[in-house]
């Protein structure tokens, strides 16, 4: 044979040979492979020939193949089985020629079953045992080997598997395990086990495992073969996190953020599972320790007992701890990063960017070996930073990071490198002083883990200046990225950098190991090579040929030399990063660079089809606004000034203000039709395109309307941010020029204005709902709308914030709120409870921060735009933490922030306040206080607010919890240093209570926790700051985390115990309702000042008073002691020396300018004093400090000119009764005279002479005498003339007119009639009568009502005046023309003329002058000398008698002088003294205690009276009504005997003592006679009691009584007088006194009551403003509008 013939036939032999050998081990081969859809195989092996491959038989079964499963393992592979010993035979071989080494017969079996995950536990496969078993033609003898029965995989992981078996019965010595893959054996381990563990397999690939038996004969058995597959790194990992179910259906938010146990358990990490969920609690709450996680096992220190301590084993300290329980942070949140949807990414790269960690920029996946950009994750993380350009002007920029131009500076790694670039990263972007770990590095805690799938993670964070040169690093800001692993294994992160970055810092050792990466990289960035002198692999002639390849400077190499520190190689570094951001022009937004990243393959996150259609959609939107404010006009019209005045009129439908005189229902009706024209006028706007894109948008698939309404959040605060910022800029411009009032007016309404949010289109969506149902049930456009509310409510339910008050209009649109929460109800019932937390607090004072930092949530917090009105947030509660809570769901309620800036200038903004913080507080459950340490009391101002509204709302019918959070108190002793200042808050809380209880008259109300629930010692919270250092760099403070979380902690119980009290969402719904109409018909009172002011305002209105009282009585004292002394100036009682009347009076008035002064000073000492005490809020009154002043000044010129008056008409009544008493002692000396000669006549004729002569004789001597005496006839005054000339004084400078119009009618034919004023033209009388017609107040109604007061009070002064029966004096037509001028100046709004001010004033002054004739004339009447003498004949005639029978007049003189001088004396003087005592007792009573509490108690009288007619009286004429009701006050507190016999009794009982003293201070003095007596013992009684001097006259004519006698008599006289006066007192009428008492007790309670008189021209309500000087008149509470003269 030829060469080619043999060798051909040597091919055809080796064919044969290799398809024999192949159809033989086919069925092992196939076996081996392990198929990628049957990973978890078992098997007996049998003749390969005989077993066809398509399938399996058991016993003549079919069994079909297992589907593929994942199993569970440790991160690291277990050495051994498991501590057996496993000896290794082979790992060389080919795996077939081993398993044809094998005995192999019987079946090839498999079992159907198979456990998840291939746990321990699972149900075992059938083998070849069984088979034997349940076969009767099976084999018996002992020394055949059966195979291994029930195998199963007990643990899989990422590079091991491990197996277990029964054992088989019979002798067995060891079992052998194979594991081969693809065909390969890959190794062999042999047991005496029955279990193995093979380590060091790859990861993902799939293994076939035989198991054979070996007894001790050497007999092998036949194998049994399970199939398995290693778990990649990601798997591997994800299962060993308890991640492996959120692969495939990703995290979301809401799992995230519910309420669950461990929300408030402090509990370690016990498991490896829980991982990354303790790492999503404290992120979710910002903590910066968040990185810090690590299971119990390893984290917890070991304790010794005390015999352990004394041994020694130095192998325990250096034994390491079990990597497989501990995780690198990185792979921790890269695991997180790629089990979550891209909303889960955004909150956890926004909380990291706070936390200052960085944040993935690339995110690996290592099984794909893709990495993905994570633009969407950033969109979210918005930055403020202030560069050197506006370093001297204070701005700031504040914009989306991922839109910001910034050079990026990026770190890698070439090979292994002995500098940890991450620690030196740190130490770059820290200050000395300030250290932060933003990126993890070997020496964190867990951070020495060898990472497992974050290789290739590509980091980014992002160094912010403050603009403070001296503690900024870098002048201007810059990204800084880090890549994570070698660059060698990962060029497409590399490349990207190289593209994208400023500069590319390449950290090495070896640089020759992959430089040529450098050289291949198409880079846009500076290479800098960053390496370590002193590492053992550095080459510094390898590094000079690197750096001239890459064409490389001395300034692109940094080397950390022997002789350098960190300090100084961080610093060498930074100086270049300096030099390389000024001077690079390559900036890049991140937007920018996904372009680069398509470029490249890699994956941009927010490329995905729904993220892409949610954009598309918000783009539509956001492309249409140019102008902010012409955009909510155009396209939102339904929430502008229509909206605004819907507000205005429903409010006004609960409180009828401006009802006026109208019928009340009838004014209804007409609100109810401005509301359906409102509305219908709503109805007529199209819907716009802007609101159609939006309802369309939000109506699409869950995930593309998500993304949508994120991506327009973002877009509207872009706009809202660009615009403010611009507007910032102009305000700033014009406020340097003063003069730009206005424009910087315009501006600043712009900033209020052009806020635009996602709020904006659901308040616009809201209204178009409720408009809606105005519309026809039938009408296409209604019924096309009632899907709104659910779709509304099914955002509710996914974490949307809805809007509950609309911030703008001060309203809740009831309806669309109800149906919203009606449709989530339906949604979730019968799952339906809630339990409400609210915060509360002034603006700026960090309470959404709060909220967001303990729920995890996401209320804006940007200074662009803050919180307007409410916002409500649904949390859901963890099924096992319900029956805790006894809820489904958390309600979080969001407010702005209360006394606001850009409101406080609008007249309403009080109302606003006080209406959001009592509907929130009395939504929630408990309400969290958020008091920032320079606000505490702006917050107190609306805590006392919320008391006072909850006290007037009887729908309020459940007590509230409370809790006080104080915002930046950083001091670890501040919960027990503020002790004290929590009990000072619990009284200033108390004292809130009962101060809005005083007002309210519900005074049971002692304490706050009547009101609310609040414990001081747990109700209070003591939160530091949020930074931890300068932002913008500084990241949160871990101090603020841990306390938020501890007050969260505290809630949640708090609530857990109310929880029995949680409603269902439907009674929410209804409690929204009953409480905001409760608001509505809330008046709000308090427009100036809180309860507390007004509650220290009426404190020192009540001080006041008083003051004023005790001046005024202290002066009318002074003043009745004068006239007392001008009455008996120039008698025997006068105690002065002056013989003028003149002289005396300018002492009088000296003295009394001596008295006023001193009251003066002291009521302004007082009012001083009073404002340096601490106790009663002086402080918040001291703006009312200089009116009071004022008023004190006031009040003393008004008491100055009164006293003047009154001394001055006493003392010319005095001097015009001079001649008059003159005459009369001259006729009385005259008869004295006569009747002397008369007895001595007829005691020298000795006769003795009866009664009777004596009678006759007297009679003779008396008509003898009276016609010797001249008597002549009075002059009489002419009142009227008087009173004229008086009249033309005062009008004398209004002008001729005025004196033309006074002649024109005599004052006698004047107030004849009653006064009736006019209209002066037709028209005006046209009107009038139209105005009567329909019962409307017109001008000519208000004059006739002012003039009928004023005649009324005028006709009250001519009265007292003619009561007192005295001598006219023009003072008194003086002080009524005063009156009038005074009630005109003060009525100055009604419109008067020339004409009516003299017809008045001659009205008045006619009638007064005709009653002060009568007066005058009867005064002249009672004092004409001849009738006065014909009074004192028959005490003439008794006292000629008993001398003549020289009887003793002791007695009966004494009883004459009581009875005719003391006794009047002393009843004037009691009458003097009674008026201010009454009216001290009158002021004991509260409703005298201040004007509004006046007010308060006849509006109370006027309900509980229910009089008709007494209700007219007092609308139609307050002050007519006033008077007539302090009268019956005062009638029916003294009309008892009792009442005002202690009174009586006191002032008798005064002068009783009085009177005696002075009896004995005369019998002292040992006077010669008894005229000197008397004349002693009225002088002592001359500044106390007016003697009359005819009385006492009379008395001393003819006394011839014995001194010491009467003394005597006279002091039992003076006593038994006071018993008798007392008993006449008891039978006099209160009414009769009342007539007698100098001081109307009524006219000084009508003056303290009445104020200024003033009165609301719209209501007619009068001013409550203390004193008299005020220069602002207020009301606390205003009647319906119309009861004044205006609407």
């Given at each position: 044979m030829d060469d080619l013939t043999l060798i051909s036939i040597c091919m055809v032999c080796i064919a044969l040979l290799l398809i024999g050998l192949f159809k033989f081990c086919k069925p092992l081969h196939r076996t081996c492979q392990n198929p990628e859809e049957s990973p978890t195989e078992i098997a007996v092996i049998s003749d390969p020939l005989l077993n066809p491959p398509e399938s399996e038989t058991l016993n003549g079964e079919t069994r079909e193949k297992p589907s593929s499963t994942s199993a569970e393992s440790d991160d690291k592979p277990k050495d051994g089985t498991d501590g057996e010993e496993t000896s290794c035979i082979n790992t060389q071989h080919n795996c077939d020629d081993k398993v044809s080494a094998l005995p192999m017969e019987g079946p090839s079996t498999e079992d159907k079953s198979e456990a998840p995950n291939g746990e321990r536990g699972e149900k075992p496969a059938s083998t070849s045992a069984e088979s034997d078993v349940n076969n009767p033609n099976a084999a018996t003898d002992d020394k055949e080997a059966v195979p291994p029965m029930t195998i199963q995989v007990s643990e899989v992981s990422n590079e091991s598997l491990s197996l277990q078996w029964e054992k088989p019965s019979g002798e067995v010595e060891s079992f052998i395990v194979t594991c081969c893959s693809d065909g390969e054996l890959v190794q062999e381990l042999k047991t005496e086990t029955n279990s193995v563990t093979f380590n060091s397999l790859r990861p993902g690939v799939s293994y076939s495992l035989h198991v054979s038996t070996q007894l001790r004969n050497g007999t092998i058995s036949k194998s049994a073969i399970i199939s398995a597959k290693t778990k990649t790194k990601l798997e591997s990992l994800l299962v060993d996190l308890g991640l492996e179910n959120y692969m495939g259906k990703k995290l979301s938010l809401s799992k995230i953020l519910q309420i669950e146990g461990k929300t408030i358990t402090d509990h370690l990490v016990e498991c490896k599972s829980e991982l990354p969920w303790y790492f999503l609690k404290k992120l979710m709450m910002v903590n910066v320790t968040s990185r810090n996680v690590k299971c119990t096992s390893e984290s917890k220190s070991v304790c010794h007992d005390a015999s352990d301590t004394l041994?020694?084993?130095?192998?325990?300290?250096?034994?390491?701890?079990?990597?497989?329980?501990?995780?690198n942070p990185l792979d921790i949140i890269t695991a997180l990063f790629l089990c979550s949807d891209g909303f889960v990414h955004q909150e956890l790269a926004l909380k990291m960017s706070m936390c200052q960690f960085s944040v993935p920029l690339l995110l690996p996946n290592c099984d794909t070996q893709q990495c993905t950009l994570m633009l969407w994750a950033m969109r979210d993380i918005v930055k403020k930073y202030r560069p050197p350009a506006l370093a001297e002007s204070k701005g700031f920029i504040e914009e989306r990071i991922?839109?910001?131009?910034?050079?990026?500076?990026?770190?890698?790694?070439?090979?292994?490198?002995?500098?940890?670039?991450s620690e030196i990263l740190n130490k770059l972007l820290s200050n000395s002083e300030q250290y932060h770990d933003t990126f993890v590095h070997h020496d964190m805690e867990c951070g020495d883990i060898q990472r497992r799938i974050s290789n290739g993670l590509t980091e980014m964070t992002w160094y912010l200046p403050c603009g403070n040169k001296n503690m900024d690093i870098f002048s201007e800001p810059v990204a800084i990225a880090n890549l994570r692993g070698d660059i060698a294994s990962f060029e497409t992160q590399f490349s990207f950098l190289c593209q994208t970055s400023a500069a590319v810092f390449v950290f090495f050792d070896d640089p020759t190991l992959g430089f040529r990466l450098l050289t291949q990289q198409n880079c846009k960035a500076q290479i800098f090579l960053v390496g370590n002198h002193q590492s053992k692999t550095f080459s510094l002639n390898a590094l000079e040929k690197v750096a001239t390849e890459l064409c490389l400077t001395n300034s692109n190499i940094i080397l950390k030399t022997r002789s350098m520190n960190d300090a100084d190689f961080v610093k060498s570094l930074r100086k270049t990063i300096r030099c390389v951001v000024e001077s690079s022009n390559k900036k890049n937004t991140l937007e920018q660079m996904a372009d680069v990243a398509h470029e490249l393959g890699i994956m941009v996150d927010e490329y995905s089809s729904e993220c892409q259609a949610g954009k598309q959609n918000a783009d539509a939107i956001i492309a249409e606004i140019q102008d902010t404010l012409q955009y909510k006009e155009d396209q939102l019209p339904l929430q502008g000034q229509i909206w605004k005045e819907l507000t205005s009129v429903e409010?006004?439908?609960?409180?009828?203000?401006?009802?006026?005189?109208?019928?009340?229902?009838?004014?209804?009706?007409d609100l109810q039709v401005q509301i359906k024209e409102l509305r219908k006028k709503q109805n007529s706007y199209d819907m716009s395109k802007a609101m159609t894109c939006f309802i369309n948008a939000i109506s699409s698939q869950e995930t593309e309307r998500r993304y949508f309404l994120k991506w327009l959040r973002m877009n509207l605060d872009n706009l809202s941010?660009?615009?403010?910022?611009?507007?910032r800029d102009l305000y700033k411009e014009k406020c340097k020029d003063s003069e730009n009032k206005q424009e910087i007016k315009e501006i600043d309404e712009q900033l209020s204005s052009s806020s635009l949010g996602v709020e904006h289109f659901f308040r616009e969506m809201g209204q178009i709902y409720e408009a809606s149902l105005y519309l026809p049930e039938t009408d296409p456009s209604r019924q096309q709308l009632q899907h709104l509310p659910k779709l509304c409510a099914q955002l509710l339910l996914d974490g949307f914030p809805l809007e509950l008050?609309?911030?703008?209009?001060?309203?809740?649109?009831?309806?669309?709120?109800?149906?919203?929460?009606?449709?989530?109800?339906?949604?979730?019932?019968?799952?339906?409870?809630?339990?409400?937390?609210?915060?509360?607090?002034?603006?700026?004072?960090?309470?959404?921060?709060?909220?967001?930092?303990?729920f995890g949530v996401q209320f804006a917090v940007s200074s662009g735009r803050c919180t307007r009105g409410a916002f409500m947030l649904l949390i859901k509660v963890n099924e096992d933490f319900k029956k805790v809570l006894n809820c489904d769901f958390m309600m979080i309620i969001d407010t702005e922030g209360l006394k606001s800036p850009e409101l406080a200038q609008l007249d309403n903004s009080y109302e606003h306040d006080n209406e959001l913080a009592t509907l929130v507080v009395g939504l929630s459950d408990i309400t969290i206080i958020n008091i920032a340490m320079e606000n505490s009391t702006e917050m107190k101002d609306i805590l006392q607010i919320v008391v006072h509204a909850f006290l007037r709302m009887k729908e309020v019918g459940k007590k509230h919890q409370c809790q006080f959070v104080h915002q930046n108190v950083s001091d670890v002793s501040a919960h027990e240093k503020n002790l004290r200042d929590r009990k000072l808050l619990l009284e200033q809380l108390n004292e809130m209570t009962q101060a809005a209880a005083r007002m309210e008259k519900r005074e049971e109300n002692k304490n706050f926790t009547d009101v609310m629930e609040y414990n001081p010692d747990t109700g209070n919270c003591y939160i530091p700051g949020l930074w931890n250092g300068n932002p913008p760099m500084a990241p949160v403070n871990a101090g603020y985390s841990e306390t938020v979380y501890e007050l969260k902690k505290n809630l949640i119980q708090q609530l857990g115990k109310c929880g029995s009290t949680s409603n269902n969402i439907l009674e929410f719904r209804e409690w929204i309702t009953s409480l905001w109409n409760a608001v509505k018909h809330e008046n709000f009172i308090f427009s100036f000042r809180n309860s507390l002011v007004a509650d220290a305002y009426m404190r020192l209105c009540t001080e006041y008073n008083q003051w004023e009282w005790e001046f005024k009585k202290e002066m009318y004292t002074w003043v009745i002691k004068a006239e007392t002394r001008i009455s008996n100036f120039g008698t025997v009682a006068a105690t002065s020396e002056l013989s003028d009347v003149g002289e005396?009076?300018?002492?009088?008035?000296?003295e009394a300018i001596m008295e006023l002064s001193k009251w003066e000073a002291a009521l302004l000492v007082n009012l001083s004093q009073y404002f340096k005490k601490t106790e009663g809020h002086v402080y918040l009154v001291e703006g009312y400090r200089e009116e009071f002043s004022n008023s004190v000044k006031c009040l003393r010129r008004e008491i100055e000119n009164s006293v003047f008056n009154q001394l001055t008409a006493a003392a010319d009544i005095k001097q015009g009764m001079k001649e008059l008493i003159k005459i009369k002692e001259n006729h009385t000396k005259e008869i004295e005279k006569a009747v002397c000669l008369l007895i001595d006549k007829c005691q020298n004729s000795k006769l003795h002479m009866a009664d009777k002569e004596l009678d006759i004789e007297f009679d003779k001597m008396w008509t003898k005498t009276l016609q010797k005496l001249s008597f002549s006839e009075q002059k009489n005054t002419d009142v009227f003339t008087s009173v004229s000339l008086c009249l033309r004084v005062n009008m004398s400078q209004r002008g001729s007119h005025a004196s033309q119009l006074l002649n024109q009618k005599n004052l006698k034919k004047c107030g004849l009639e009653p006064f009736k004023y006019t209209a002066d033209r037709s028209w005006g009388k046209i009107k009038h009568a139209f105005s009567k017609f329909f019962n409307i107040e017109d001008h000519v109604m208000a004059v006739q009502k002012m003039s009928d007061n004023i005649i009324e009070t005028c006709s009250q002064f001519v009265t007292e005046k003619t009561e007192r029966n005295n001598k006219y004096h023009d003072t008194y037509i003086q002080e009524i023309l005063h009156i009038i001028d005074k009630s005109l100046q003060s009525n100055k709004e009604i419109q008067t003329t020339i004409e009516f001010e003299v017809s008045l004033k001659q009205h008045i002054c006619g009638f007064a002058a005709t009653e002060f004739q009568v007066m005058h004339e009867n005064f002249i009447q009672e004092n004409d000398p001849y009738i006065c003498l014909k009074k004192t004949k028959e005490k003439f005639r008794a006292d000629f008698k008993d001398i003549f029978h020289e009887r003793d007049q002791c007695q009966k003189k004494a009883e004459e002088f009581t009875n005719q001088c003391l006794k009047p004396a002393v009843e004037d003087f009691v009458y003097r003294k009674m008026?201010?005592?009454i009216v001290d007792e009158m002021l004991t009573r509260e409703e005298f205690s201040t004007r509004m509490s006046f007010q308060y108690s006849t509006l109370q009288d006027l309900l509980l009276n229910k009089n008709i007619a007494d209700f007219l009286s007092y609308n139609r004429s307050y002050e007519m009504y006033v008077k007539k009701r302090i009268l019956q006050q005062i009638t029916t507190q003294f009309s008892s005997c009792s009442a005002t016999q202690k009174i009586e009794e006191r002032h008798l009982k005064s002068s009783v003592t009085s009177i005696l003293d002075a009896i004995n201070t005369a019998k002292s003095k040992n006077s010669r006679d008894l005229k000197t007596f008397v004349e002693d013992l009225c002088k002592e009684l001359g500044d106390k009691l007016v003697i009359s001097q005819d009385a006492l006259g009379a008395f001393m004519v003819l006394n011839n009584a014995d001194q010491e006698q009467f003394a005597h008599w006279l002091s039992l006289s003076v006593m038994g007088m006071g018993e008798c006066l007392q008993e006449e007192l008891k039978e006099i009428p209160f009414d009769q006194k009342l007539k007698k008492l100098n001081l109307k007790p009524q006219n000084e309670l009508f003056a303290r009551v009445i104020g200024c008189g003033q009165q609301c021209p719209f209501c007619a309500v009068p001013c409550e403003a203390g004193g008299k000087a005020h220069t602002e008149h207020f009301a606390?509470?205003?009647?319906?509008?119309?009861?004044?003269?205006?609407?």
């Open positions: 041994r020694l084993d130095l192998s325990d300290l250096v034994s390491t701890t079990n990597a497989s329980e501990i995780f991922v839109l910001s131009e910034l050079p990026m500076i990026s770190f890698v790694r070439l090979g292994e490198c002995s500098l940890s670039k409010k006004e439908e609960f409180r009828l203000q401006k009802v006026g005189s109208q019928n009340i229902e009838n004014y209804k009706s941010r660009i615009k403010l910022s611009d507007l008050v609309d911030g703008d209009a001060s309203n809740i649109p009831l309806r669309w709120v109800s149906d919203v929460l009606s449709q989530l109800n339906d949604l979730v019932s019968p799952k339906n409870k809630i339990l409400v937390v609210t915060v509360l607090g002034v603006q700026s004072t960090g309470k959404s921060t709060l909220l967001n930092t303990m005396f009076i300018v002492q009088l008035k000296s008026g201010p005592d606390s509470l205003h009647r319906p509008q119309g009861f004044g003269q205006w609407r």
